[in-house]
């Protein structure tokens, strides 16, 4: 749940590659998080070594991956549906390959590949530079699987294939893992413990993407506060470091400002923030450079302190409130987004109404908003009975979404009036005589496209608003170009 999960990408294919000495075509489809989506990229670069190029027509693919999420239930039902579609093409084309890739891959590795014998090749997030190994394996026949977790993989030396992006924004891992054993999540039983990926290597990617054209990053990790990297390892066993490697260690905020550095013209993003390890400097750092986006993803689940000890999240409401605080006297035009579970087993009315009363003093400016379901292999699903009516789960909800755009509203309706810099990221969904483009605080912004192309920085005078969307007219270049 630590994860955003964008619906309008659920399913995406990545674009075709063509390079003229690769035979092979690989289709590969994407669920859940940005990190999927991210290692998707991953996967189709080291397969193009191996002789495949992507396409978009599963009729004329030799390999099919489908990059599988646990987070929720409805992921798992959509891929299930996808792989008896791919069955049936399989049919017709009996030389192709069907494999799971991702955090479904270790829990239904059996089901899929010995009851069910709906794929040849299971492979878990760790295990993608063994892909060569495996695509061998299916080759000659056999089934093939790898689900080990690794204590130190980072794929910090495979550079991504960039098949899902605009041109202009980038996703940049910077951790695997978690080791947040929040009791409705299942990412630390299928992405393993937390480790974080050299510095040295970000940058690299960094400057990459700039050298590409690219205007904006965002770091990605389960938990990017957590960030810590001190020669390699995991995070947990750094009390064990050496006295050298604990002075010469980097952590999130000394990251983010490498980032920064590197890249002074370039939009540095962050997400997903942890409150419990989100610390001060983390803030300052963020109020110190132009180019760090004054926007902070910081799920908090519930308002509840009984809720969020039942969560194991280690925050409580008034530390949350504190940190809310401390990021408003900081960066007073920050904006700020929440995830939130409704109807989490025992939630009482009273618990609803704390989540309701924290979100009144937050008044965040977006949500993620879900009612609880439950996962398998989680805590919450092996201690904690799910004892919530679907109803009141549903109508909980309904609340939380009611008061998030109100909030949603109120916090757009600040911009009006306003010029500010926006980057152009695309064609308006709505219209094609206007542009898209966010803000700093990632609000998603509308506009006439005038003499504009893809990748520019304009300011933009903010007309009007919708509770998500704001709506205005370009006044000019923005020195940032």
Not at 378 to 407: C, G, N, S, V
């Amino acid at each position: 749940m630590e994860k955003i999960i964008d619906e309008t990408l659920q399913g995406s294919t990545l674009a075709p590659t063509e390079k003229e000495s690769n035979s092979r075509k690989l289709y590969i489809e994407s669920y859940g998080c940005q990190m999927n989506f991210s290692d998707s990229e991953i996967v189709a670069s080291i397969l193009a070594k191996e002789g495949f190029n992507t396409t978009q027509e599963l009729t004329e693919a030799d390999l099919v991956l489908v990059n599988t999420c646990s987070i929720r239930e409805k992921a798992e039902q959509t891929v299930r549906k996808r792989l008896e579609k791919f069955n049936a093409v399989k049919k017709v084309n009996p030389s192709m390959k069907v494999g799971v890739l991702g955090c479904m891959a270790e829990r239904l590795k059996s089901k899929f590949l010995e009851e069910e014998k709906i794929v040849d090749m299971v492979v878990g997030p760790d295990a993608y530079k063994d892909l060569p190994n495996l695509v061998q394996e299916v080759d000659e026949g056999r089934n093939a699987v790898n689900v080990i977790l690794s204590k130190d993989e980072t794929y910090g030396d495979v550079a991504p294939v960039r098949l899902n992006s605009n041109g202009v924004t980038a996703f940049v891992s910077i951790t695997r893992g978690c080791d947040n054993m929040c009791t409705f999540c299942v990412v630390p039983f299928t992405r393993g413990r937390e480790r974080s990926r050299d510095p040295q290597s970000i940058i690299e990617e960094v400057n990459d993407l700039w050298e590409k054209g690219f205007k904006e990053v965002t770091l990605l990790g389960q938990n990017v506060d957590s960030y810590l990297w001190y020669g390699g390892g995991l995070k947990k066993d750094f009390e064990k470091a050496s006295d050298i490697q604990k002075a010469t260690s980097v952590n999130f905020a000394k990251l983010l400002e490498l980032v920064a550095l590197a890249q002074p013209k370039m939009r540095i993003r962050f997400s997903t923030s942890n409150p419990q390890d989100m610390t001060l400097d983390v803030i300052e750092t963020m109020a110190q450079h132009k180019n760090i986006c004054k926007y902070i993803h910081l799920p908090v689940q519930s308002g509840s302190n009984r809720i969020l000890k039942a969560m194991n999240r280690l925050h409580t409401r008034e530390e949350y409130f504190e940190l809310i605080d401390n990021i408003r006297k900081i960066i007073p035009d920050c904006a700020i987004s929440q995830d939130m579970i409704a109807g989490f087993p025992t939630e009482t009315e009273e618990d609803h109404q704390d989540t309701l009363s924290l979100m009144e003093y937050v008044k965040y400016d977006f949500g993620f908003m879900f009612a609880y379901s439950e996962r398998p292999g989680t805590l919450a699903a092996r201690k904690l009975k799910d004892d919530i009516p679907e109803e009141t789960k549903k109508r909980r909800l309904q609340e939380i979404i009611q008061l998030q755009q109100k909030h949603g509203l109120y916090r757009t309706q600040q911009h009006i009036g306003k010029i500010e810099e926006v980057l152009i990221e695309g064609s308006s969904k709505k219209s094609d005589a206007h542009w898209m483009g966010r803000n700093t605080q990632n609000t998603v912004v509308v506009f006439p496209k005038e003499k504009y192309k893809v990748g520019d920085f304009v300011n933009v005078k903010i007309n009007e608003c919708t509770s998500a969307t704001l709506i205005g007219e370009t006044v000019g270049q923005s020195d940032n170009n």
